[in-house]
C-alpha cells in the first residue's frame, strides 16, 4: 500500500486546480463589482445572483452544493456495506429534479419568493416562518455544515496524511474565501468544480474497477464491472430484501413508494441550500438548469457507489488490510474511497483529491451562503433590524458566514459522525423535521384553504411525532408491525425498529391528516386570503424541457428493471 502522503507532483496539480478555481472567482467578484464594488451593497445580488447565472452554471452549482463527503465518502461507504441499492438517493433525485422543475420552481418565480422562510410568511404568517428560520438555521449547522466539514476533513486527511482538526479549518477557509464572493461567485466557481468532480470521480471509477480485473488476471474496466457483478452479486440489486441486515437503511418497497420521496422533494423542492440557486433565474434557465442537474445526479453512482463496491471486493480479497478499514465490529465502511485515491498514481491521485476538495470546499461555501441568506433577510432583517440597509444586510452576511463555519468547526468532532455512517447520519436526523416541512409546503402550494395554524402543527407536531417514532421502540413491543416490513430487528439488536425512511412516511401522513383536520376547523371551509398565485399555464414545460425529462424517466426506469 502506499503511504497517506501526497508526492510533489500531487501538490502540483492540487495547487494548479486551486489557483484555477481562485483566479476565476476573482474575476468573476471584479467584473460583478466593475472594480469598485458599485453592486457591493445590493444584497439579493450578492445572496442570489438575481438574473446572473445561466443554465448550465445553475446546474452545476446544484450538483457541486450537493455532492460533497456525504456522497464521495458516506455514500461510498455505503456501496461498500449495501451496494447498488444506496443509487436510489441519486436516481431518484433526477426524477424528483425535474417534479420540481415542472411544478415547484413556477410556483416560486411567479410569487417573487427567494428563501424559504419568505415563502410562509407569505403563505401562512411570520410565526411560522421565523419557527422555520430558526430550525432551518439549527439543521444546517448542527447537522449538514458540521458532516460536510468532519466528514471532508477526515477524507483529505486520510488522504494526505495531514492533521485532522488542520484539515478542518483549512476547508473552512477555503470555503468563508469562496462564499464572501456570493452567489455569483460561488455559482459560475461551481463550474469548474463540477468539471474537475466528475474528471476525477471518473478516473477513480476507472482505476477501480482496473485494480479488480488485474487483481483477478485480466484487465479492462468492463471486465472489472463484470467481475464485481460475479463476485458481490448481491450488492447489485435495487430493491433490498426484507431478510438482508441493511434492510433498515434502505427498507425494500417503501423506498420507491414511501419515504425516499419525501427526503427527496423536501431536500429538492423546499431547501433553501438548493432552490436559492435557480430563484434568481427566469422559469426556462430555472428549468434548464435542474434538467442539466438531473442528467449529472444519474452518473454519480459511477463515479461513488461504484468506487464502494469495488473497495468492497478487493477488501474481501485481502488487497486492503484491516489497518485500512478495520475489522468486526470496528470495520468502518467510510474508508473506501480514501482508501482508493491512495492507490491511484502520482498526479492522477493528486487531481482526484482535488476533486474531492473541490466538492466538499464546494457544498460548504453553498451551505454558509444559504445560512447567511435565512439569518439575513429571514431573521436580522425582520426582527432585529427592520431598516438595514442594502450594504448592512451584505456585511451581516458576511459575518453570519464566518460565525457559522466557526460553530461548525467547534461541533462537528462531537456529533460521532464516523460512527454511524456518515450518509445515514445526514439522512436520519435531516428526517426528523423533513416530513412536517413538507407537508407544509406541499399542502402551502396547492391547497388554499391551509391554515397558519396547520402549518404551525406540522412543524412542531411533525418534529415531535418524529422523536416519539425514534425511542418508541424502547418502549414498546413493534413486532406487529414486522409482517408488513414496517419493523425489523437490527444486527446485534432484540429490539424491533422503524426504518427511518418509513418513520419519515408515518410522519408525513400523520401531518397531512393534521393539516387538513385544522384546517378545516380553523377555516370552516373557506380559501385561505393568503393562498399563492397559481394557474395552470405555469406548470407547462417547453419542448426541449419535455423531450430532456422523458429522457431522464426512461433512463432511471431501464436501470431500475435491469437491477431490480
Given at each position: 500500500m502506499q503511504q497517506h502522503q501526497l508526492a510533489t507532483l500531487d501538490y502540483v496539480v492540487f495547487f494548479v486546480y486551486f489557483l484555477i478555481v481562485a483566479g476565476y472567482g476573482i474575476w468573476i467578484y471584479n467584473r460583478k463589482t466593475g472594480h469598485d464594488g458599485t453592486l457591493e451593497g445590493d444584497s439579493k445580488d450578492y445572496f442570489l445572483a438575481e438574473g446572473s447565472l445561466t443554465w448550465w452554471a445553475i446546474g452545476s452549482s446544484l450538483i457541486a452544493s450537493n455532492i460533497s463527503a456525504e456522497q464521495f465518502v458516506g455514500m461510498a461507504g455505503s456501496g461498500f456495506k449495501i451496494g447498488l441499492a444506496i443509487s436510489a438517493y441519486e436516481w431518484m433525485a433526477s426524477v424528483?429534479?425535474?417534479?420540481?422543475?415542472?411544478?415547484?420552481?413556477?410556483?416560486?418565480?411567479?410569487?417573487?419568493?427567494?428563501?424559504?422562510?419568505?415563502?410562509?410568511?407569505?403563505?401562512?404568517?411570520?410565526?411560522?416562518?421565523?419557527?422555520?428560520?430558526?430550525?432551518?438555521?439549527?439543521?444546517?449547522?448542527?447537522?449538514?455544515?458540521?458532516?460536510?466539514?468532519?466528514?471532508?476533513?477526515?477524507?483529505?486527511?486520510?488522504?494526505?496524511?495531514?492533521?485532522?482538526?488542520?484539515?478542518?479549518?483549512?476547508?473552512?477557509?477555503?470555503?468563508?474565501?469562496?462564499?464572501?464572493?456570493?452567489?455569483?461567485?460561488?455559482?459560475?466557481?461551481?463550474?469548474?468544480?463540477?468539471?474537475?468532480?466528475?474528471?476525477?470521480?471518473?478516473?477513480?471509477?476507472?482505476?477501480?474497477?482496473?485494480?479488480?480485473?488485474?487483481?483477478f488476471g485480466t484487465t479492462g474496466v468492463v471486465n472489472g464491472f463484470n467481475i464485481l457483478m460475479g463476485k458481490a452479486n448481491e450488492h447489485f440489486h435495487m430493491i433490498v430484501k426484507r431478510d438482508d441486515p441493511n434492510y433498515i437503511d434502505l427498507p425494500g418497497l417503501t423506498v420507491l413508494l414511501g419515504g425516499l420521496w419525501i427526503v427527496n422533494?423536501?431536500?429538492?423542492?423546499?431547501?433553501?441550500?438548493?432552490?436559492?440557486?435557480?430563484?434568481?433565474?427566469?422559469?426556462?434557465?430555472?428549468?434548464?438548469?435542474?434538467?442539466?442537474?438531473?442528467?449529472?445526479?444519474?452518473?454519480?453512482?459511477?463515479?461513488?457507489?461504484?468506487?464502494?463496491?469495488?473497495?468492497?471486493?478487493?477488501?474481501?480479497?485481502?488487497?486492503?488490510?484491516?489497518?485500512?478499514?478495520?475489522?468486526?465490529?470496528?470495520?468502518?465502511?467510510?474508508?473506501?474511497?480514501?482508501?482508493?485515491?491512495?492507490?491511484?498514481?502520482?498526479?492522477?491521485?493528486?487531481?482526484?483529491?482535488?476533486?474531492?476538495?473541490?466538492?466538499?470546499?464546494?457544498?460548504?461555501?453553498?451551505?454558509?451562503?444559504?445560512?447567511?441568506?435565512?439569518?439575513?433577510?429571514?431573521?436580522?432583517?425582520?426582527?432585529?433590524?427592520?431598516?438595514?440597509?442594502?450594504?448592512?444586510?451584505?456585511?451581516?452576511?458576511?459575518?453570519?458566514?464566518?460565525?457559522?463555519?466557526?460553530?461548525?468547526?467547534?461541533?462537528?468532532?462531537?456529533?460521532?459522525?464516523?460512527?454511524?455512517?456518515?450518509?445515514?447520519?445526514?439522512?436520519?436526523?435531516?428526517?426528523?423535521?423533513?416530513?412536517?416541512?413538507?407537508?407544509?409546503?406541499?399542502?402551502?402550494f396547492f391547497w388554499k384553504k391551509a391554515t397558519s395554524g396547520a402549518a404551525l402543527f406540522a412543524t412542531i407536531g411533525g418534529f415531535l411525532f418524529s422523536i416519539v417514532l425514534k425511542f418508541l421502540p424502547g418502549m414498546t413491543d413493534l413486532s406487529f408491525l414486522a409482517p408488513f416490513g414496517f419493523a425489523v430487528k437490527p444486527e446485534g439488536s432484540n429490539i424491533y425498529e422503524i426504518p427511518f425512511l418509513d418513520r419519515m412516511g408515518f410522519v408525513f401522513v400523520f401531518c397531512i391528516v393534521g393539516m387538513l383536520l385544522i384546517s378545516l376547523i380553523q377555516g370552516k371551509g373557506l380559501a385561505s386570503p393568503k393562498g399563492l398565485e397559481i394557474d395552470s399555464s405555469m406548470f407547462r414545460p417547453n419542448r426541449s424541457f419535455a423531450i430532456g425529462s422523458a429522457i431522464v424517466l426512461s433512463i432511471i426506469t431501464c436501470l431500475y428493471v435491469y437491477f431490480w
Open positions: 424528483t429534479l425535474i417534479i420540481v422543475a415542472t411544478f415547484f420552481i413556477p410556483v416560486y418565480l411567479k410569487n417573487r419568493i427567494f428563501t424559504m422562510p419568505q415563502f410562509l410568511h407569505q403563505r401562512y404568517n411570520g410565526t411560522v416562518a421565523m419557527i422555520m428560520a430558526i430550525f432551518w438555521l439549527a439543521l444546517y449547522v448542527v447537522v449538514n455544515l458540521t458532516s460536510i466539514l468532519y466528514l471532508g476533513a477526515i477524507a483529505v486527511s486520510s488522504v494526505s496524511g495531514l492533521n485532522l482538526t488542520f484539515c478542518m479549518y483549512a476547508l473552512a477557509v477555503a470555503a468563508v474565501i469562496i462564499t464572501l464572493g456570493g452567489m455569483k461567485v460561488i455559482g459560475f466557481t461551481d463550474v469548474i468544480q463540477v468539471f474537475f468532480l466528475i474528471l476525477g470521480g471518473l478516473a477513480t471509477t476507472y482505476l477501480a474497477l482496473n485494480l479488480v480485473s488485474e487483481h422533494l423536501n431536500y429538492w423542492g423546499c431547501n433553501q441550500y438548493i432552490t436559492q440557486r435557480a430563484l434568481g433565474a427566469d422559469l426556462p434557465t430555472a428549468r434548464g438548469g435542474l434538467l442539466f442537474a438531473a442528467f449529472l445526479k444519474m452518473l454519480m453512482p459511477v463515479i461513488v457507489v461504484l468506487p464502494g463496491i469495488a473497495a468492497f471486493v478487493l477488501y474481501r480479497e485481502n488487497v486492503f488490510g484491516a489497518a485500512e478499514f478495520g475489522s468486526g465490529a470496528d470495520l468502518n465502511p467510510d474508508r473506501a474511497y480514501p482508501v482508493l485515491l491512495n492507490i491511484l498514481p502520482i498526479g492522477l491521485k493528486g487531481l482526484s483529491f482535488a476533486a474531492l476538495t473541490a466538492a466538499v470546499v464546494a457544498s460548504l461555501a453553498g451551505k454558509a451562503n444559504s445560512i447567511a441568506t435565512i439569518f439575513t433577510l429571514d431573521v436580522y432583517k425582520k426582527a432585529l433590524n427592520v431598516n438595514a440597509s442594502e450594504k448592512k444586510m451584505v456585511a451581516v452576511g458576511k459575518i453570519t458566514v464566518v460565525v457559522a463555519m466557526l460553530l461548525g468547526i467547534l461541533i462537528a468532532p462531537h456529533l460521532g459522525i464516523d460512527k454511524k455512517g456518515g450518509f445515514q447520519f445526514i439522512q436520519e436526523y435531516t428526517g426528523f423535521v423533513s416530513p412536517g416541512i413538507f407537508a407544509m409546503f406541499i399542502l402551502g
